[in-house]
Protein backbone atom coordinates (compact mmCIF):
# COMPACT_ATOMS: atom_id res chain seq x y z
CA UNK A 1 0.00 0.00 0.00
CA UNK A 2 1.08 3.54 -1.05
CA UNK A 3 1.67 6.89 1.34
CA UNK A 4 -2.18 8.14 2.36
CA UNK A 5 -2.90 11.42 0.06
CA UNK A 6 -5.75 14.15 0.88
CA UNK A 7 -7.10 12.62 -2.37
CA UNK A 8 -7.22 9.09 -1.35
CA UNK A 9 -6.37 8.56 2.60
CA UNK A 10 -6.66 5.26 2.44
CA UNK A 11 -3.45 4.53 -0.46
CA UNK A 12 -3.84 3.17 -3.80
CA UNK A 13 -3.95 0.20 -5.08
CA UNK A 14 -1.21 -1.28 -7.39
CA UNK A 15 -2.95 0.11 -10.40
CA UNK A 16 -3.15 3.27 -8.88
CA UNK A 17 -7.10 2.89 -7.99
CA UNK A 18 -7.64 5.07 -4.68
CA UNK A 19 -8.88 2.62 -1.75
CA UNK A 20 -12.19 3.05 -0.29
CA UNK A 21 -12.98 3.13 3.21
CA UNK A 22 -14.96 0.38 3.22
CA UNK A 23 -13.88 -2.95 3.26
CA UNK A 24 -14.35 -6.08 1.28
CA UNK A 25 -14.29 -8.99 3.87
CA UNK A 26 -17.19 -6.89 5.83
CA UNK A 27 -19.37 -6.77 2.92
CA UNK A 28 -18.62 -10.23 1.40
CA UNK A 29 -19.39 -11.34 5.29
CA UNK A 30 -22.98 -9.14 5.18
CA UNK A 31 -23.60 -10.54 2.23
CA UNK A 32 -22.96 -14.31 2.91
CA UNK A 33 -25.14 -14.21 5.78
CA UNK A 34 -27.59 -10.99 5.53
CA UNK A 35 -27.93 -11.08 1.54
CA UNK A 36 -31.23 -11.81 1.31
CA UNK A 37 -31.69 -8.22 2.82
CA UNK A 38 -28.85 -6.93 0.45
CA UNK A 39 -26.88 -5.82 3.58
CA UNK A 40 -23.72 -5.92 1.83
CA UNK A 41 -24.35 -3.94 -1.16
CA UNK A 42 -26.10 -1.44 1.47
CA UNK A 43 -23.06 -1.56 2.88
CA UNK A 44 -21.18 -0.34 -0.01
CA UNK A 45 -23.32 1.88 -1.34
CA UNK A 46 -25.11 -0.06 -4.28
CA UNK A 47 -28.76 0.44 -3.61
CA UNK A 48 -30.31 -0.42 -6.56
CA UNK A 49 -29.13 -3.66 -6.18
CA UNK A 50 -29.89 -4.04 -2.81
CA UNK A 51 -33.26 -3.41 -3.32
CA UNK A 52 -33.06 -5.88 -6.19
CA UNK A 53 -31.66 -8.16 -3.63
CA UNK A 54 -33.77 -7.04 -1.20
CA UNK A 55 -37.22 -7.32 -3.86
CA UNK A 56 -35.72 -11.41 -4.29
CA UNK A 57 -34.58 -12.73 -0.92
CA UNK A 58 -31.08 -12.05 -2.65
CA UNK A 59 -32.05 -14.50 -5.55
CA UNK A 60 -33.53 -16.75 -3.09
CA UNK A 61 -30.40 -16.72 -1.33
CA UNK A 62 -27.93 -18.25 -4.86
CA UNK A 63 -27.35 -14.34 -6.14
CA UNK A 64 -26.56 -13.21 -2.24
CA UNK A 65 -23.75 -16.54 -1.40
CA UNK A 66 -22.53 -15.96 -5.17
CA UNK A 67 -22.01 -11.98 -4.47
CA UNK A 68 -20.84 -12.67 -0.95
CA UNK A 69 -18.17 -14.81 -2.11
CA UNK A 70 -17.15 -12.61 -5.18
CA UNK A 71 -16.92 -9.69 -2.58
CA UNK A 72 -14.31 -11.66 -0.67
CA UNK A 73 -12.49 -13.21 -3.92
CA UNK A 74 -12.11 -10.55 -6.31
CA UNK A 75 -9.81 -7.22 -5.76
CA UNK A 76 -12.09 -4.88 -8.29
CA UNK A 77 -15.04 -4.58 -6.63
CA UNK A 78 -15.51 -0.62 -5.75
CA UNK A 79 -18.04 1.49 -3.35
CA UNK A 80 -20.60 3.98 -4.68
CA UNK A 81 -17.69 6.41 -5.55
CA UNK A 82 -15.44 4.35 -7.72
CA UNK A 83 -12.79 3.43 -4.97
CA UNK A 84 -11.55 -0.09 -5.11
CA UNK A 85 -12.94 -1.95 -1.40
CA UNK A 86 -10.11 -2.42 1.08
CA UNK A 87 -8.71 -6.29 1.80
Known sequence: MSVPTPQSPY???PQGR???DKSKIVA???QIFLGSF?????????TGVAIAQL?????LGVWALI???LFL???DRTD???NVLRG
Open 80 to 82: KHG
Open 28 to 30: GIL
Open 73 to 75: TSN
Open 38 to 46: GAGRFYVGS
Open 11 to 13: GVD
Open 55 to 59: LTCGG
Open 18 to 20: PYS
Open 67 to 69: DGI
